[in-house]
């Protein structure tokens, strides 16, 4: 027996469980999640398409073969969230007040995207290409750039970064001077502040 695939359009969900919604092979355009819960969820064959997340708790989530094009997510707990494995074609997310501790989006295409006031500790971001991201009010402690495209991305205001220059590809990058020390830790140089 082959299951249907389930199309929403248009509809919010407000503090309403994944498997109320949809079940694998669903497909959201222009839908709203409102204060959910998707703690482990298996996302695994979905898409979503200009949807927003606000307010919800993403941890762990399973996202094998999920589409993401044009996708918000604000407020949200997402620690731990593999976009790894989403589909790579028309992959489009922005983040604003979202907790992304140990996230992954390795050998992930999120070009312009934005990441705002978020906590991006541990996530790994290895063979991503981030070209003209901004990363704006970010705590990047001990996030992973190897093999990273980060030209013309925005780090003026990011804090507590390790970023090898030989590692990845800077071009018209930007930093601001209490940066630099992220930039050099590598070389075992010191930057203080006279």
């Not at 971001?125 to 402690?141: A, G, N, Q, V, Y």
Request: proline residues 2%; charged residues 25%; contains cysteine.
């Amino acid at each position: 027996m082959v299951e249907e695939s389930i199309y929403y359009v248009s509809r919010v969900f407000e503090k309403v469980p994944f498997p109320a919604t949809g079940t694998r092979d669903t497909q959201f355009d222009d839908c709203t999640f409102k204060n959910c819960d998707f703690t482990d969820t298996d996302f695994r064959g979905c898409d979503f398409s200009q949807c927003t997340f606000d307010g919800c708790n993403l941890s762990m989530v399973k996202f094998g073969h999920i589409g993401f094009d044009q996708v918000r997510f604000s407020h949200c707990k997402m620690v731990g969230a593999d976009f790894s494995n989403t589909k790579d074609f028309l992959f489009s997310a922005n983040f604003d007040n979202c907790i992304l501790d140990y996230a992954a989006f390795m050998k992930k295409k999120n070009r312009k995207s934005r990441f705002e006031n978020c906590s991006l500790k541990g996530t790994d971001f290895s063979e991503s290409d981030l070209t003209s991201t901004k990363f704006h009010h970010c705590d990047l402690s001990g996030a992973v750039f190897m093999h990273t495209v980060l030209n013309e991305a925005n780090f003026v205001t990011s804090y507590h970064f390790t970023i090898d220059p030989e590692r990845n590809q800077l071009r018209k990058a930007r930093f601001a001077t209490e940066g630099l020390a992220g930039l050099l830790a590598n070389y075992g140089i010191i930057v203080e502040e006279s």
